[in-house]
């Protein structure tokens, strides 16, 4: 290889190193609004979060460890009412909040030492029959409830999320 076409060979690595950090920094200002609290540039791991797509899968985790608590045919149906129509229907530590007889409550997406989402638990109209309607008939359906995280303040990085469920967990 000569001089001259390493010289050539250099000087379009140098062209396309600084179209791709060009490019790459135009893009970064979409993905930094998206991933800020109010737009201002400034980082949801600033604040102690680690994101949309982590805060959905980290919500996601909470909600499938309290629909199996749930689910429980232990915990009897007006329990479930008395939370759906209840004061705590929506809330920040909902183990405690609904007396919910397990251990530590899952850890949801937070702001520096407040909570970002609220859990609550919806009822549907396919209302829950009783557990001796369930075991004599045949033909009874099982209730179906969802359960949310909503979060405090709507914004492109705090978006809501649900699931749906049945219970009790041996008649779905």
């Given at each position: 290889m000569?001089?001259?076409?390493?010289?050539i060979?250099?000087a379009?690595?140098?062209l396309?190193?600084g179209?791709?950090?060009?490019?790459?920094?135009?893009?970064?200002?979409?993905?930094r609004e998206?991933?800020?609290?109010?737009?201002?540039?400034k980082f949801?791991?600033?604040?102690?979060?680690?994101?949309?797509?982590?805060?959905?899968?980290?919500?996601?985790?909470?909600m499938?460890?309290?629909i199996?608590?749930?689910?429980?045919?232990?915990?009897?149906?007006?329990?479930?009412?008395?939370?759906?129509?209840?004061p705590?229907?929506?809330?920040?530590?909902?183990?405690?909040?609904?007396?919910?007889?397990?251990g530590?409550?899952?850890?949801?997406p937070?702001?520096?030492?407040s909570?970002?989402?609220?859990?609550?638990?919806?009822t549907?109209?396919?209302?829950?029959?009783?557990?001796?309607?369930?075991?004599?008939?045949?033909?009874?359906?099982?209730?179906?409830?969802?359960l949310?995280?909503?979060?405090?303040?709507?914004?492109?990085?705090?978006?809501?999320?649900?699931?749906?469920?049945?219970r009790?967990?041996?008649f779905?």
């Open positions: 000569t001089l001259i076409e390493t010289v060979a250099m379009m690595l140098v396309f190193t179209v791709v950090a060009s490019v790459l920094s135009f893009t970064q200002q979409f993905f998206s991933e800020s609290l109010d737009y201002s540039g949801l791991s600033d604040n102690g979060s680690n994101g949309l797509m982590l805060d959905h899968y980290q919500l996601q985790l909470a499938d460890y309290l199996a608590q749930l689910q429980q045919p232990g915990l009897s149906k007006d329990a479930i009412l008395a939370i759906t129509e209840g705590y229907q929506c809330s920040d530590d909902p183990v405690k909040d609904w007396g919910l007889l397990m530590s409550s899952p850890r949801l937070q702001n520096d030492n909570k970002r989402y609220k859990i609550c638990l919806e549907t109209r396919m209302v829950e029959p009783s557990l001796e309607q369930l075991s004599d008939n045949q033909n009874e359906l099982a209730g179906i409830y969802f949310q995280a909503l979060p405090n303040q709507l914004n492109a990085s705090t978006l809501p999320t649900r699931q749906l469920f049945c009790p967990r041996p779905c």
